[in-house]
T-cell receptor, first 114, second 115 residues
């Protein structure tokens, strides 16, 4: 059973470009979470999705950031018009249910904005 | 505001020593507390604790939760260089009428084991 997969592992973007980060949850998991880890800081919750639904986006900036988890395919975290402050590691996690199960993390995407 | 605080921020010990890592929390709707180990990449799951006073054990690692005093400890005995990592504590907090399911992380304890 493959774990949570994220790609790309490393992404370099110039200021103003768009960044698309992909996450494929573990097989059988329908709950996906995105977290951001800034340098010298802990992991911060961004958004929680189930298939075709955003359940909680309270940790996601209101502008430039969006997330989706379509019926088919991976979850996508999209950052438009990136700025230097968006440079961070973005982790995706998945779980089979929202209650009683730990979240399993992917290897992360390290975004660098130049 | 919900928060999770870990101490110490960093710790350097020698191989064979025993270490205790601390995690205290203040959250509105506590459901469980989790410990993760983070090396260069993905946090890997160690323990999930939901009940007070029940120790969870896996090899040289063990953890216990105190829901009255709002803290947890992670113990590692007979440490090895492979235990060097950042250890993350997270609390599973439910809001929005129970709909959400997000983890609130502490900043972690950086543990370095010297040979």
């Amino acid at each position: 059973n493959a774990g949570v997969m994220q790609n790309p592992r490393h992404l370099v973007r110039r200021r103003g470009q768009e960044a698309r980060l992909r996450c494929s949850p573990m097989k059988g998991h329908s709950h996906v979470y995105w977290y951001r880890q800034l340098p010298e800081e802990g992991l911060k919750f961004m958004v929680y999705l189930q298939k075709e639904n955003i359940i909680d986006e309270s940790g996601m900036p209101k502008e430039r950031f969006s997330a989706e988890f379509p019926k088919e395919g991976p979850s996508i975290l999209r950052i438009q018009q990136v700025v230097r402050g968006d440079s961070a590691a973005y982790f995706c996690a998945s779980s089979p249910s929202k209650t009683g199960y730990e979240q399993y993390f992917g290897p992360g995407t390290r975004l660098t904005v130049t | 505001e919900d928060k999770v605080v870990q101490s110490p921020l960093s710790l350097v010990v020698h191989e064979g020593d025993t270490v205790t890592l601390n995690c205290s929390y203040e959250v509105t709707n506590f459901r469980s507390l989790l410990w993760y180990k983070q090396e260069k990449k993905a946090p890997t799951f160690l323990f999930m604790l939901t009940s007070s006073g029940i120790e969870k054990k896996s090899g040289r690692l063990s953890s216990i939760l105190d829901k009255k005093e709002l803290f947890s400890i992670l113990n590692i005995t007979a440490t090895q260089t492979g235990d060097s990592a950042v250890y993350l504590c997270a609390v599973d907090s439910r809001n929005y009428g129970g709909a959400t399911n997000k983890l609130i992380f502490g900043t972690g304890t950086l543990l370095a084991i010297q040979p």
